[in-house]
């Protein structure tokens, strides 16, 4: 080692460049692994947004069929001028058998045909009723005029406006027969029967009918329990990180705090689902199927994830920024929530970041705590029934209808909307806070 | 802000004498763990002196002069025993508030550590917390004065507002000394201040040193044999946890008793 030149000679030597040559080999190597190892995770990521979102982009359109529909007064059997309560009070019989008559009259059907008349009954969806009453209450001058108007279309319409049932099917298999849908063309060709965007996705709730299923009731849950988390688990999360990694003695009680805080981190959800039910249900006999029940335990659930994270925010942070905020006379607490906490921020917002977005996309412990209901109206508060996103996406997932299909995958793109919005928040907040020291 | 200003006329009164001694140490040992980190040091510190601790690596004296602000308490395993006055009162004592105490006796660390804040809230957050200025205009006029006193005025002045961290080193060391005088401390301690500076900034912060000893009783950790010769009255030779040698600084550099001292300082080992 200390002969120079014997050194100098090996550095030049066929065996020395050999030597190099396989070291550039290796690092090239590890590149492309990397590379392919990437490439592979975005072909996958790419499948896996073409399908959901080509099947789902159905899901956001629905069909609709446009019928003149008089509404006289006689017709709907009140006076002009009539009250909300009034209004709120005309039977759905009434309003469905009016639309109806409407399609008879356009398709020319004569009183006596029952069976023709049943058939194009089936063209139009159950919900047309409540469409009539809302479009009523919205502008009451209209009772006395006739009105051309978009109203839903069955679901057994559906999936042959979106072409995704062939009409080569022999008639005995079809959920249309051939008179049915000589009928849509004929509304086709008149522009009186289209795909429309389907509003009753974001603004009803459980249905047995895909075209009046919504996900409102999940969102809304789904909403009402992130607030709940981030307003529970927030707190007290970081608030026992501090205590751990700051004030805590270090003894065998600490020690055995941490190793389960670490190891109901990893404890499977629906475990957490069953303490709900065992304490909060059970025990403290809060309500069922309400989102307060679900926002505590899934806080229960994102604690360790927070507290996690919160601790290893807090270490990261030099030391020397909280020795020197103790030595101008800082108490503990002033160097730690003045200087420290922060600086730790940005960590502490990831790891909520990671805890809501699984605390968002977690269905078995809600399932636990009755939120897999079929919920029709839209809950007002956190302690009315209702369910969540992920657990309405599984619900349609069961389904058999051929419309639910497209409405569980344009619910799973309004769930990643979800998610993608709730990150953004976090993100803008944790480059707000970042500092650099 | 007036009755800081008057008990600082006052100190500087008593201090025109003899230099007042401001602690006594005796028999001060430190434990981390198991460990003997100090092995019974006993040092008086005196006002309107700068006292030098120097030694090889890890012969204890950053530990002592971190007993003297109370910073071991910080760390778990450590035990201090033995008696350390401050004008004659125990600081180990129970009913010493260890927060009051480090607003008496600053501290300025190794490496520059200021708050990833402002300039004006660097040296504004001691004063702030200790409640010495409720007014705006009060903690204005202690911040330049803290900064005046720091040599870092002409510099900054135009910019408060910019972060600390944006200084260059030496700026931002003697924004932490700054830092360290706006709670009006009564000893300023400082861990090998210049360790991570180049010449100039050190020359800078050297002549500060020289500076502040009108006013405070400063105890400087070093390793630069140079530095303690220029900036110090007194110095004490640590070596393996025990005070070797300590005295007037002229006569440590040129004529010690022991002769590991007169090794050390030779460059004999170290």
Redesign the interface.
């Known amino acids: 080692m200390t002969d120079t030149s014997r050194t100098t000679s090996y550095l030049q030597s066929e065996e020395a460049a050999r030597r190099v040559k396989k070291r550039y080999a290796a690092e090239k190597r590890f590149r492309f692994y990397g590379l392919a190892m990437i490439s592979i995770g975005l072909i996958f990521l790419a499948i896996l947004f073409y399908t959901i979102i080509s099947a789902g982009l159905l899901g956001f359109q629905s069909s609709q069929i446009k019928v003149q529909v008089p509404l006289t007064a006689e017709n709907l059997g009140i006076e002009p001028g009539a009250s909300r309560e009034d209004i709120e009070a005309i039977s759905g019989f009434k309003l469905t058998k009016l639309a109806r008559a409407s399609l008879h009259t356009y398709l020319g059907l004569a009183d006596g045909d029952r069976d023709a008349r049943a058939r194009s009954d089936g063209l139009l969806s159950n919900g047309v009723d409540t469409q009539l009453r809302d479009l009523i209450l919205d502008d009451p001058a209209i009772i006395g005029s006739t009105v051309d108007v978009w109203l839903m279309a069955h679901g057994n319409v559906d999936p042959f406006l979106k072409r995704q049932i062939s009409r080569d099917l022999p008639e005995e298999r079809r959920l249309l027969n051939d008179q049915q849908l000589g009928w849509l063309d004929r509304l086709a060709a008149d522009d009186r029967a289209a795909l429309k965007f389907n509003t009753n996705l974001f603004k009803m709730g459980a249905s047995a009918d895909p075209e009046l299923a919504g996900v409102a009731v999940g969102l809304i849950g789904s909403f009402f329990m992130m607030v709940l988390v981030v307003v529970i688990a927030l707190p007290i999360g970081v608030g026992a990180a501090i205590y751990l990694e700051e004030f805590a003695p270090?003894n065998k009680l600490t020690d055995l705090v941490e190793v389960n805080i670490n190891n109901l981190a990893a404890v499977p959800s629906i475990v957490f689902g069953i303490l709900g039910l065992a304490i909060f249900i059970n025990l403290l006999e809060m309500p069922r199927s309400a989102p307060v029940v679900g926002g505590l335990v899934l806080s229960l659930m994102t604690l360790p994830t927070v507290i996690i994270a919160t601790r290893s925010a807090l270490r990261a942070v030099?030391p020397?920024?909280?020795?020197?905020?103790?030595?101008?006379?800082?108490?503990k607490m002033?160097a730690i929530f003045?200087?420290v906490l922060p600086?730790a921020m940005p960590g502490i917002l990831t790891g909520l970041i990671i805890g809501l977005a699984h605390a968002l996309g977690e269905t078995a412990p809600l399932i636990m705590i009755g939120m897999v209901a079929a919920v029709f109206d839209i809950p007002g508060g956190p302690l009315d029934p209702a369910t969540a996103l992920p657990v309405q996406i599984y619900m349609w997932a069961g389904l058999p209808e051929r419309g639910f299909v497209a409405l569980t995958s344009a619910a799973i793109m309004i769930l990643l909307a979800f998610l993608l919005t709730m990150n953004a928040t976090a993100v803008i907040l944790r480059k707000r806070f970042e500092?650099?020291? | 802000m007036d009755t800081r200003q008057s008990s600082l006329a006052e100190r500087h009164a008593v201090a025109d004498g003899q230099p007042q001694v401001k602690f006594v140490t005796r028999g001060v040992h430190v434990y981390y763990g198991e460990k003997e980190a100090i092995k019974g040091v006993s040092l008086d510190i005196l006002n309107n002196e700068v006292t030098a601790l120097i030694g090889p690596s890890g012969c204890g004296k950053s530990t002592y002069l971190r007993c003297l602000?109370r910073?071991n308490d910080?760390v778990?395993s450590a035990r201090v025993t033995g008696s350390i006055l401050l004008d004659g009162t125990d600081i180990y004592d129970k009913k010493v508030d260890v927060?009051?105490?480090?607003?008496r006796v600053?501290?300025?660390?190794q490496?520059p550590?200021?708050?990833?804040k402002s300039i004006y809230e660097n040296v504004a957050?001691?004063p702030k917390?200790?409640g010495l200025a409720t007014k705006k205009a009060d903690l204005d006029a202690i911040v330049e004065t803290s900064l005046k006193k720091a040599g870092l005025w002409n510099e900054v002045s135009d910019r408060l507002e910019t972060?600390g961290?944006a200084l260059s080193g030496g700026q931002q060391q003697r924004l932490?000394i700054a830092?360290?005088i706006?709670?009006s401390p009564e000893v300023i301690l400082m861990d090998e201040p210049c360790s991570a500076l180049d010449p100039i900034a050190t020359a800078r912060v050297e002549e500060l040193i020289d500076e502040l000893r009108e006013n405070y009783a400063i105890v400087i950790v070093t390793h630069s044999m140079q530095q303690a010769a220029r900036v110090s009255q007194k110095t004490a030779f640590f070596h393996l946890g025990d005070i070797v040698e300590h005295g007037k600084t002229e006569q440590i550099f040129t004529n010690p008793r022991e002769e590991r001292t007169r090794d050390y300082i030779t460059g004999r080992f170290g």
């Not at chain 1, 020397?320 to 108490?331: E, T």
């Not at chain 2, 550590?113 to 990833?116: A, G, L």
């Open positions: 270090k030099p020397s920024i909280k020795q020197a905020a103790l030595g101008v006379g800082a108490s002033q003045h200087h600086l500092r650099r020291w | 602000n910073m910080t778990d927060v009051q105490l480090r607003a600053g501290m300025v660390f490496k550590n200021p708050f990833p957050y001691g917390i200790h972060q961290t932490c830092r360290a706006a709670v």
